[in-house]
């Protein structure tokens, strides 16, 4: 939790298709504890990035996105969150693109 002069960390979340959202929040719903369910169902891709960074990381998605259609990912299985569980994503064509893409941080 941030305080009244802390900025809090960035996280960078994908977007659903349409049924795949009323899916993944209907199992939240029915297995996420009430008060802990903050959040619509939501694909974290990149967690706790520092704020310092944004304004490189708008730029850089933006490059990355622009003009490309969202992949094809399916549900590979689920993964201990600690505290919780997810759903693993998996999606061939997105792993090439991390693959091609620099592993430079937008903070560095």
């Known amino acids: 939790m941030t305080g009244p002069t802390e900025v809090a960390p960035i ?3 994908a ?20 008060e802990r369910n903050q959040l619509d169902a939501h694909l974290t891709l990149f967690h ?9 990381l708008k730029h850089r998605l933006n ?3 622009r003009g490309i259609r969202a992949p ?7 993964m201990s969150l600690g505290r919780g569980v997810a759903y693993r994503i998996e999606s061939p064509s ?3 693109s991390a693959r091609a ?3 430079r941080s937008p903070a560095c």
Request: proline letters at 10%.
């Open 72 to 78: 094809q990912a399916r549900v590979g299985g689920l």
């Open 48 to 56: 706790h990035l520092p704020p310092s960074g944004l304004d490189e």
């Open 15 to 34: 977007l659903f298709g349409r049924q795949d959202t009323a899916f993944f929040d209907a199992m939240r719903r029915e297995h996420f504890p009430p």
């Open 63 to 65: 490059q990355e996105t």
């Open 101 to 103: 893409s620099p592993t």
């Open 11 to 13: 996280i960078v979340t």
């Open 94 to 96: 997105s792993s090439a």
